[in-house]
């Protein structure tokens, strides 16, 4: 992924011309269809843009929201994936301090991403930020998922097992984000039938689309935290 802002390669394609592409022989077509892994971002402001990858061990297809109906495409090295999430998710810098744990519910959790304006609006307040975003990586038998929220206090993840928003920033984020496709490992395709090789943080994890969502989330969740925190104090 790249930011729509500054992508210079790829094509625009509206609603019906990416679903086109994405039964045709494009190179994006074909690496959604043999992916090893499927990565889903949802951003949640004033209006909602969901950006998708799909990632082989060389290669990753992409399709950008460039706005509603609008959609950039293109193929780029697996090894973008982390710089582009920071980009595409624009974590703010705090402007009003001080930076604390905040409790929110995790089953408020879905609003932010809801796809009714007013539903979004009044979960975003409660969560006393502007937008919100949703990250959810697949492979063969694992979903991994993380939920965030951005405002004039910075970015904050939500620790869905503690019902509560942690503070971080923008390097743990990336240090985040960096886990899930590393480019000095690339993730290989799991054989039929056999268990994939963990790949990254496990923060809402399911073994199948029909398990229930259950959180996993706090080690890592609380690691991203801490070593924001970290990184306050030596300022």
Same mark, same amino acid.
């Given at each position: ?8 390669? $790829? ?13 045709? $022989? %494009? ?17 949640? $402001?004033?209006?909602?843009?969901? %950006? ?15 706005? =509603? $109906?609008? %959609? ?5 090295? =697996?090894? %973008? ?31 932010? !991403? ?11 307040? !409660? ?109």
């Amino acid at each position: 992924m790249s930011d729509p802002s500054t992508a210079a390669q $790829g094509q625009r394609v509206d609603d019906q011309g990416l679903a086109a592409l994405l039964l045709s $022989g %494009h190179p994006v077509a074909e690496v959604a269809r043999e992916h090893a892994v499927a990565v889903d971002l949802v951003v949640a $402001g004033p209006t909602l843009l969901r %950006h998708r990858a799909w990632a082989a061990p060389d290669r990753m297809a992409v399709v950008l929201a460039v706005q =509603p $109906g609008l %959609h950039q495409v293109m193929m780029l090295p =697996p090894s %973008h994936l982390a710089v582009s999430l920071v980009r595409l998710t624009r974590p703010g810098v705090a402007r009003r301090g001080p930076r604390v744990e905040r409790v929110y519910p995790a089953g408020e959790l879905d609003r932010l !991403l809801s796809t009714d304006p007013a539903v979004r609006a009044d979960a975003l307040e !409660l969560a006393g930020a502007s937008r919100a975003w949703r990250l959810e990586v697949s492979s063969p038998g694992r979903r991994v998922e993380v939920v965030a929220v951005d405002g004039a206090h910075g970015p904050f993840l939500a620790d869905p097992g503690a019902d509560l928003l942690r503070p971080v920033d923008a390097t743990s984020l990336y240090r985040v984000f960096s886990t899930l496709l590393p480019s000095a490992d690339p993730l290989p395709r799991s054989p039929a039938g056999s268990e994939p090789r963990a790949q990254g943080p496990a923060w809402r994890s399911t073994a199948s689309s029909e398990a229930p969502r259950t959180s996993s989330a706090a080690t890592h969740i609380r690691a991203a935290a801490a070593d924001s925190e970290t990184g306050r104090t030596r300022q």
